[in-house]
């Protein structure tokens, strides 16, 4: 993290930290930049990241190193994407596509059930949201095209992006992202410590599309064990059912053929019990 | 004719001549750094002007090159940013006048009117022509323009101005597909024309004249008076009262009457001495005679 203005947060593990500068991205580390707030993150490798008010991101999967290759997940909020050269693996996941920049500067507003993308220069490709698997035909953006996708429809390239989503845009990003690198090449800052997350601190990240929220329930399956968390999981179970393993492991425990028999002789079925328990 | 009337007639004639002679000088002096100053100060604008336009050009444009991505930025047009320093400066000194007149501007307000078509035009048939000056009738007094082609040199000019499509979408879109294209390389397409007031130079240089005129004047009518108050109290009054006794004396008359007084010791004082002295013999002689 190079450059923050405003309060942000960081949500590593099951803790919440307030984020500074200096601080390392680690791989499933969830970046929430406050109201009136940028973030940027840079990498090695001379990408830029810069985030906006209000937005939510989800470092998915980053491999260890100084590159910026990795899965990035942008629940929403304004970003903007400047230094990828060719052949990044790099990813932006969204609720409504999956942006992969081939190179160049990209900035992308995403928000409720819309999502665009302005290419400033250079190319990016564009695919399906997550949730159907990229399987949509990819679209390829260049220099100046603008795209507007809304979920569940096929989007529209435009050759100027609109008044709209210039207004939502960080004043910064209609600048060059300015590099801060050298200043924290050498130095690590370490992020202070809040607390451990609440339910609805999270509440978005576990309702957020399966292929995202799935692997985030080991990860905060020691929260279950809060009982305003455990409320809040059970009240909200339909939104994340693969929790039910975690809040009822009883109900998946094999069965014993005795225990089974038992029951259907006294007609008081196992799920019913755990049912019960509720 | 009396001594202090020749004297003056003298004084007055000299008085005369040198003030029409230094009238004259200052006049021609004062008209002349008149108009070096309205050169001057149109010179001065014009490089005001093409200091704001290379600023623009160097510094700020390239910063607001992202940003025109977005939106068309006209702070990051040399002409923009000259005219607008230029309309700024217009508030405390609104005679002054500066403008980028070119044929087919993108921005309408750059279009050249009549006069300044012509200008453009002599440009245009004589592109090597540095610079053009002159001075023409407005509704506010005559006034000085200075002119300087503008033409296309660099490559990078035409980006914006070559053809529709080659041009910035965002330009095109706060502007319009019309006007301001088909630009060419090494092609005068208007002039910078910078028009201030001769009106006020050349009154306050007459004001100048004036004020040295009235005070030159003054210095010779006091330097008249002093000189003839001189005149009168060490020169005519003394001879007149001596001439006055000499006359007495050459009569016979007023012989017992005392020395006369020697109050200096310069020509008048000589002059007294001898006159004493005169009649001092006079009155020995008239002495020796009778007795």
Known sequence: ?278 | MKLIVKFNLVFVLVFLLGLVAAGTVSDQLLQKNAREEIVLNARLVMESALAARAYTSTQVGPLLQTQMKYNFLPQSVPAYSANEIFDVVRKKFPEYAYKEAVLNPTNPRNRATDWEVDIVNQFRNASDRPEMVGERDTPSGKSFYIARPMQIKAEACLYCHSTVDAAPKTLVDKYGPANGFGWKLNEVIGAQIVSVPTEVPIARANRAFRTFMVSLTAVFAFIFIALNLMLWYMVIRPVTRLSKLADQVSQGENMEAPDFEVTSRDEIGVLTQSFNRMKKSLVEAMKMLEG
């Open chain 1, 1 to 278: 993290m190079t450059l923050l203005e405003g309060p942000a947060a960081l949500v590593r593990g099951v803790t919440r930290y307030a984020l500074a500068e200096g601080v390392r991205l680690q791989s499933g580390d969830i970046i929430e930049v406050g109201d009136k707030g940028l973030a940027q993150l840079e990498f090695g490798d001379g990408v830029a990241l810069a985030m906006g008010a209000k937005t939510r991101m989800l470092a998915v999967a980053i491999p260890r190193g100084k590159s910026a290759a990795g899965d990035y997940y942008v629940m929403q909020g304004a970003l903007k994407l400047a230094g990828v050269k060719q052949g990044a693996r790099l990813r932006i996941v969204t609720p409504i596509f999956t942006l992969q920049p081939g190179e160049g500067v990209a900035v992308l507003v995403v928000g409720g059930a819309e999502g665009s993308v302005f290419v400033e220069s250079g190319e990016t490709r564009l695919a399906g949201p997550p949730a159907k698997g990229g399987a949509s035909a990819p679209v390829r953006l260049k220099a100046g095209d603008f795209f507007t996708g809304k979920a569940g429809q096929k989007g529209a390239v435009a050759p100027r992006p609109s008044k709209d989503f210039i207004g939502a845009l960080p004043k910064a990003f209609l600048d060059p992202l300015p590099s801060r690198m050298a200043r924290y090449k050498e130095r690590e800052v370490q992020p202070r410590r809040l607390e451990d997350v609440t339910y609805a601190e999270v509440e978005a990240w576990l309702k957020a599309p399966p292929p995202i929220r799935r692997p985030l329930v080991s990860r905060f399956e020691p929260r279950a064990s809060d009982p305003a968390f455990r409320t809040a999981l059970i009240a909200n179970l339909r939104f994340h059912p693969e929790w039910d393993r975690i809040l009822y492991p009883e109900k998946y425990e094999p069965k014993e053929p005795e225990a089974e028999a038992a029951g259907v002789a006294r007609g008081a079925p196992a799920p019913a019990k755990a049912a019960g328990k509720k």
